[in-house]
């Protein structure tokens, strides 16, 4: 058997690739939209992809089905309580894949969405692994409250994660390797692990949602304390269960002129600053948005931008990278990018702007000041908040501010923080772009501030 694993850190991320070499016949299991990899390897190995299976409907990055069945021939198989408007080939509980030696046994465990299935692996009829998709993570399990929108009751699906961790998937043997879909990071659920597989015995004994109990406790356990949900989550589990444009791996960026740069930001466009935020704070594009390449760019993007908002790329690097990353999540409006940044500021200075960036102790200084007008902007999610914000901060997680940034006061300055300083010069700069004319961050974030003043306190004890 080969099996192997694909993962995208920016996006927390697993899709995986099993093949039988006596057959050459090879599954894609919840591929990316960016398939060159899995055609590479498959034809390094001799294989040929038959089939595509997405676990449920992703609500966290557009699925690759669509690209692969195109590019192969493969079908595209669902558990039989999805139904896509494209082909596809509807999954049974109990149902039995072939490959050669290798049979895929299709488990129903519905709970993070309806139509949730997992796929254990037997090689020469010993179970070998398990693909749990988003119903089982390592250390969590799937959120069942994505659906709400839509109708679907949190607690109704909670209650049939219930029957699926707790009954299927701990019904398995111990030995048996779990393999999730998503990793540390995914706001997917909201304790992930950063390992990358586990076993059904480990996580028996160390993940909280798999420890025996109630149905009514685990719904309680389960729903309770989960981290904001991105805007664009919503988008994504529609549009991959339609038919959409195919995306052609060989675009590439056009290089815009000064002259296209200005007709397009008079239309609406939005630059899109992807170099590290030391650098916009020195000098960036009046109204751009920064959101560094370096993190979690595309879902950050997803929580501040539209989807069918015209972008502009604003990078030091290569602008077709960034391009796919937005791409994986279903941003295809990515018109252009802007060459030689330096050049293009130097160029316009009355469109140049500078972004400040607070210290811990210039911070206090303005906590302190009885006369301050600062509003305190905390952008962290509810479970980082339950350990205590910044007096006087008031909280709207990053991925609420674009639908919430209207309660605060435009005509009054801003500190915005994070945990760590990364979030808050995105949320800062989305701010100022939102039309805030005096917006900082906090360098270093609440960690930098609590480590200050337990340090300042555990000094004026001695």
Known sequence: MIFTQYYLDCLSQASYLIGDETTGQAVIVDPRRDIDDYL????????????????????????????????????????????????????????????GDIRLQILATPGHTPESISI?????????????????????????????????????????????????????????????????????????????????????????????????????????????????????????????????????????????????LADGAVIHDARPATDHAVAHLMGSVNIPADGRMAETAGMLLTPDQPVIVLTDDDPDIIAMRLARIGYDHVIGYLPHPDDYLRRHPGQVAHARRRTVAELDDIVADPASTYQILDLRNPGETSDGTIPGARTIPLPQLAARHHELDHTRPVVAYCAGGWRSAVGASYLRHRGFAHVSDLLGGYHAWSQHHLSTQAGSQH
């Open 40 to 99: 590479t390897d498959t034809r390094a190995a001799g294989l040929h992809i038959i089939g595509v299976i997405n676990t449920h409907f992703h609500a966290d990055f557009l699925s690759g089905h669509l690209e692969l069945a195109d590019a192969t021939g493969a079908w595209i198989g669902y558990g039989d309580a999805a139904h896509p408007d494209y082909p596809h080939r509807s999954l049974h509980d109990g149902e039995i894949i072939t490959l």
């Open 120 to 264: 254990l692996i037997h090689d020469h009829d010993t179970p070998y692994g398990v693909l749990t998709g988003d119903a089982l993570f390592i250390g969590d399990v799937g959120r069942p409250d994505l659906l709400a929108s839509t109708g679907v009751s949190a607690d109704d699906l909670a209650r049939q994660l219930h029957h699926s961790v707790q009954h299927i998937l701990m019904g398995l043997p111990d030995p048996v390797r779990v393999y999730p879909a998503h990793g540390a990071g995914s706001a997917c659920g909201k304790n992930l692990s950063t390992a990358r597989e586990s076993t059904i015995g480990e996580q028996r004994r160390t993940n909280y949602a798999c420890h025996p109990m109630s149905e009514a406790d685990f719904v309680a356990v389960v729903t309770d304390g989960q981290p904001t949900a991105p805007a664009y989550f919503s988008y994504d589990a529609t549009l991959n269960q339609h038919r959409r444009p195919l995306r052609d791996p060989h675009t590439r960026l056009p290089a815009l002129t000064d002259d296209q740069i200005t007709a397009a």
